[in-house]
Each structure stands twice: as structure tokens, then as C-alpha cells.
């Protein structure tokens, strides 16, 4: 072989390879762009995570909150009606002893009025 020719086959290996250099440099840098990006979903992925389990957590504080409204609520209603229910007791206590009051004045009033019959019966003798 004579040297142009083989010249200008190290030549045609030269720029083969070049090119094949040049695509190889564009695949790496193109995949560390897909890399990179794929770094970003995934951190996105974590923090959406993170979110979620921050918002879970927060639900779970506000259910416990209201539960623990219901509760005292529902302990408030029971004191309530119990006060309700001992107060109604004690109307129907006082309620009994102004009848007998009653009673006994109506009784009183029945021996004052036998008292001035009596009266106005001597008088009149």
C-alpha cells in the first residue's frame, strides 16, 4: 500500500472516530440531563411524600380534635340535662311542699273561721 492511500484511510479513521467521540460526548452529556432530571422527579417524589405524610398526620390531629370536641361536648350535654334533671327534681320537691303549705293555711284558715263562728256565737248568747 502506497502512503496516500494509507493516509487517507487513517484520515477516514480519524474523522470516524471523531464523529463516534463526538456522538459518544452528546450521549453522555444528553444522558446526564436524564440523570439530572431523573434526580428531580425523584426528589419531587420524596417531598410529595413528605407532604402527603404531613397532611396525614395533620388529619389525624384534626380527627383527634374533633373526637376530643365530641367528647366534651357530649359531657357538657350529659351536665347539663343532669342539672336540668336535679333542678326538675328539686321544682317537684318545692312544688310538694308549697301544696302542704297550702294545705295547712287552707287548714288554719278553716279552724280561724270555726274560731270566729264560735266567737260571734258566744257574743250573740
Known amino acids: ?3 496516500p492511500d494509507r493516509l487517507d484511510r487513517i484520515e477516514a479513521l480519524i474523522e470516524s472516530n471523531a464523529r463516534a ?7 453522555s452529556a444528553e444522558e446526564k440531563r ?7 422527579l425523584m426528589a419531587d417524589v420524596m417531598q410529595s411524600q ?3 405524610a404531613q397532611a396525614q398526620a395533620d388529619l389525624a390531629k384534626s380527627q383527634a380534635d374533633l373526637a376530643q370536641s365530641q367528647a366534651n361536648l357530649a359531657q357538657a ?15 317537684d320537691q318545692r312544688q310538694d311542699e308549697l301544696s302542704q303549705r297550702q294545705n295547712e293555711m287552707s287548714r288554719r ?3 280561724i273561721v270555726e274560731i270566729l263562728k264560735l266567737l260571734t256565737q258566744k257574743k250573740e248568747e
Do not use: F, H, T, W
Open 1 to 3: 500500500m502506497n502512503d
Open 21 to 27: 467521540i463526538e456522538a459518544l460526548s452528546n450521549d
Open 34 to 40: 436524564a440523570r439530572a432530571r431523573l434526580y428531580e
Open 50 to 52: 413528605a407532604d402527603l
Open 77 to 91: 350535654q350529659a351536665e347539663g340535662k343532669r342539672e336540668m334533671y336535679r333542678l326538675m327534681s328539686n321544682l
Open 109 to 111: 284558715q278553716a279552724d
